[in-house]
């Protein structure tokens, strides 16, 4: 987990946003910068860039991120516009969208997966993917 | 046609530091006149006093709170600020890009003018770089609620810093941006480094490191203490206020006189 040090320059590129280890957040947490989560976290997270979910991480809610990388807890959907990574001490209970999903040994993932297209197929309902892979069967046959 | 405000000498030896630096002025030719402050002349009302006048150009020769309260006043009223912090330690050196006063004052002549925002702590406060949240006493962290925006955070806290730009040197142009974003940055600090004990760091100097274990960044948000009121300290630890308390920034609010070879583009507009 990266800490900030007073002493040292802080490196602005975009707005960084880092939640801490014992911090409880409720809503919806919104950046166009990278986010870095260490703590609890009940709501949605959505970022421009990208997303670490530290190792005492729990985030009950969906994700989306340009890369993501989960050595935390994840209850909720999960997005990833470009690379996702389940750590070996990451958890994941929730359906995938992602462009390169890496699964590390070790790694816990309960949910559907897909490999959509740059990451950006948006998560739907079983039941309504199960009737575009029917459509798609009879234009097909 | 410059207006300086100096602040009332506290000692001899500050007294004396003020006419150096009236007299390094002086050696500058910059046109303009002097007012100093004194038991019956705060320097607000010598500030207002110069702008009644018509200066357009104000500069603060003081410590970080009187450059911070007279800005507000400056800034209100459209003119430029010009800075010549006597705090060696002074949070202004990073905003106009100057390491020492001497510095601080060959710059205004130059006269490189960049806009920058402002935070507000409450109805009344402001200040240019950051302001301090921190229980009178505080040994262990305490609850701090933290609004913003979409979300409420509940964050266990030593101290908290509610800065406009970068804590660090900004000694790129990318960074003193940060002074001109739109946005404040707000450090949480849940523990001071362990590696040297309070008694080692004063008996050899050494700096004890602080840590921030959160940092969030927003326009406007609030910040109120769970378990106890908290102080909202400006940078040279003076009491402004207390929470509970709404901060938020001002853009585009005020012009400073910064180093000309600061590398900051001047003057910086926002929509």
């Not at chain 1, 959907?77 to 969208?97: C, H, R, W």
Request: charged letters at 25%.
């Amino acid at each position: 987990m990266a800490m900030f040090d007073q002493n040292k320059p802080v490196t602005k590129k975009v707005s960084e946003t880092v939640v801490g280890v014992d911090v409880n957040l409720t809503g919806n947490l919104k950046s166009d910068g990278d986010i870095q989560i260490n703590g609890k976290v009940k709501g949605e997270v959505d970022t421009k860039s990208d997303l670490f979910i530290g190792d005492q991480a729990v985030i009950e809610g969906s994700i989306k991120g340009k890369n993501v990388v989960v050595t935390g807890q994840v209850r909720g959907n999960l997005q990833a516009l470009e690379d996702l990574e389940i750590s070996p001490t990451g958890k994941v209970f929730g359906d995938l969208v992602t462009k390169n999903l890496i699964v590390k040994k070790g790694a816990s993932f309960t949910g559907k997966s897909t490999m959509g297209e740059n990451g950006k197929k948006e998560l739907k309902p079983i039941y309504e993917l199960e009737e575009l892979k029917a459509k798609d069967h009879i234009k097909n046959s | 046609m410059y207006y300086f405000v100096l602040e009332q000498a506290k000692n001899r030896w500050q007294a004396g530091f003020q006419n150096r630096i009236a007299a390094f002025l002086d050696d500058l030719q910059i046109v303009g006149e002097i007012a100093k402050a004194n038991p019956i002349q705060k320097v607000e009302e010598l500030c207002q006093l110069g702008l009644k006048k018509g200066y357009h150009t104000i500069v603060i020769i003081g410590t970080d709170t009187t450059i911070s309260t007279l800005a507000a006043l400056i800034a209100k009223q459209g003119a430029t600020l010009g800075i010549v912090p006597i705090d060696p330690e002074s949070s202004f050196y990073n905003l106009i890009g100057c390491t020492n006063w001497e510095q601080a004052c060959l710059a205004l002549p130059k006269r490189r003018v960049a806009t920058f925002d402002m935070g507000q702590a409450g109805a009344e406060r402001f200040f240019l770089t950051y302001v301090k949240i921190a229980p009178d006493k505080a040994k262990k962290p305490s609850q701090v609620l933290l609004e913003i925006a979409d979300f409420k955070a509940e964050v266990p806290a030593l101290s908290m810093t509610v800065a406009n730009g970068p804590l660090g040197d900004a000694d790129s142009e990318l960074m003193r941006q940060g002074f001109s974003d739109s946005l404040l940055d707000i450090y949480v600090t849940t523990q001071v480094g362990q590696t040297n004990s309070s008694i080692i760091s004063s008996i050899f100097k050494t700096e004890q490191k602080t840590t921030f274990s959160s940092l969030f960044h927003a326009d406007r948000f609030r910040v109120s203490g769970l378990e106890q009121i908290l102080n909202v300290l400006g940078p040279d630890d003076r009491i402004l206020t207390k929470t509970p308390i709404e901060f938020s920034i001002v853009p585009s609010a005020i012009k400073v006189i910064i180093k000309k070879s600061s590398g900051v583009k001047a003057p910086v507009k926002h929509q």
